[in-house]
């Protein structure tokens, strides 16, 4: 019997990864091993003791190992394995191993022959992907494969899930406190609502608010800087968009993708605004129709008020694997220009759902 070995299973992606493993019963035929990082010992899923996530010799026992600890587990316990001569398969939601050469980063409705041609060649390496670049590659991905995308700016308003748990824990803290503090002004309908703004304004430059994690408060407000910076004005996470789209594309002549990723308020949904150039002018019920092939997942929603509304908010696509698609339209800028807006969940197709999906191929693969 196959056994598969999952690490950083109890944090927040791990967390989804499990749930939605269950729901399909991804390991029904495999012997799944448990492992932490700081409960080696203490009872794990149905009963058995925790193993130890840094044992390199009880690691190399396994024939697939799924980890969501993150990249300084894996950038420790990796290399380690591989130089010990582990010939398994690694499946890994951190950015560690992402650009590797020997590495694929996984979606697989958009990439699932790149995955085939992978194992067929020998590697044994699977990375999922950046968040926003997996659900917009979800959204558009039937659009950027067709060949008629010259560049993509993406502009996205991420989620409080994809800076981690204690985070979201934060947000939610936060808005407790603004909404406490202008209580009695809410319920008294002569409060004036300049003094309701007056007591949040305070609030939010209190250090009551200010978060651990970035210094500054996230509800009622924004943060237009995500993770570390690098060359030429932008954030690492701004430059993983052309990066890691072209990995999974598989494109030999890459195609340009750029723009400022900001933390808004949501809770698991990233946004993004999108200004596509096209190479030529193509009808917009063509650009539909390619947006459509992204995937059985990917939803075209009417470009009008009442549908924009209902459909393309974080409220209500959490939880869900629909990838809505909408506001498009052409853009005044010329006829080869097209904006549109998509919503998807972070936790799930962002990160859980694309390593959930590699434990069946994998299995099929190894008989």
């Known amino acids: 019997m196959l056994k598969f070995g999952f690490i950083g299973w109890r944090g927040m992606v791990g967390s989804v990864l499990m749930e939605r ?6 390991i029904d035929s495999v012997e799944a091993l448990y492992y932490s990082t700081s409960q080696v010992g203490q009872p794990g899923p149905g009963g058995a003791p925790l193993l ?5 010799s009880q690691l190399e026992q396994l024939d697939v190992i799924v980890t969501c600890q993150g990249s300084g587990h894996t950038k420790r316990v990796y290399p380690a394995l591989r130089s010990a001569g582990w010939s398994g398969y690694w499946v890994d939601a951190s950015s560690a191993l992402r650009m590797a050469d020997d590495a694929v980063i996984v979606l697989d409705p958009i990439n699932r022959a790149q995955i085939d041609a992978a194992l067929k060649d020998g590697i044994k390496t699977f990375i ?11 959204a558009i991905g039937g659009l950027l494969r067709s060949g008629h995308v010259e560049w993509v700016s993406t502009m996205t308003y991420q989620s409080a899930s994809g800076a981690g748990a204690k985070f979201l824990k934060e947000l939610v803290s936060q ?19 300049l003094e309701i703004d007056r007591i949040i304004t305070q609030q939010l430059h209190s250090p009551k608010l200010a978060s651990a994690i970035t210094g500054v408060p996230l509800a009622a407000s924004l943060i237009p800087w995500i993770d570390s910076a690098v060359e030429e004005g932008q954030t690492r996470e701004e430059w993983k968009g052309q990066v890691e789209t072209n990995k999974i594309l598989g494109t030999t002549d890459p195609i340009p993708v750029d723009g400022i990723c900001v ?28 947006i459509k092939e992204s995937s059985e997942w990917t939803r075209v929603i009417p470009n009008a008020k009442t549908e924009s509304m209902q ?6 696509v959490s939880g869900t ?9 052409k853009m005044k800028m010329g006829p080869r ?30 008989g």
């Open 21 to 26: 493993i269950g729901l399909n019963r991804d």
């Open 52 to 56: 130890d996530a840094d044992d390199v």
């Open 128 to 138: 999922g992907g950046n968040c926003t670049v997996s659900l917009m590659l979800m």
């Open 175 to 193: 808005m407790g406190l603004l909404g406490s503090a202008a209580q009695e002004q809410l319920v008294d309908p002569a409060a004036s609502v």
């Open 263 to 290: 933390r808004v308020g949501a809770m698991r949904c990233h946004s993004q605004g999108l200004t596509i150039k096209l190479k030529e002018d193509l009808p917009l019920d063509e650009v539909e129709a390619l």
């Open 311 to 316: 459909a393309l908010t974080p409220a209500a």
């Open 321 to 329: 694997l629909e990838i809505p698609v909408g506001r498009i339209r």
């Open 337 to 366: 220009y097209v904006a549109a807006f998509t919503v998807g969940d972070q936790l799930l197709w962002g990160a859980a759902e694309p390593l959930r999906r590699m434990l069946p191929i994998l299995k099929n693969h190894l």
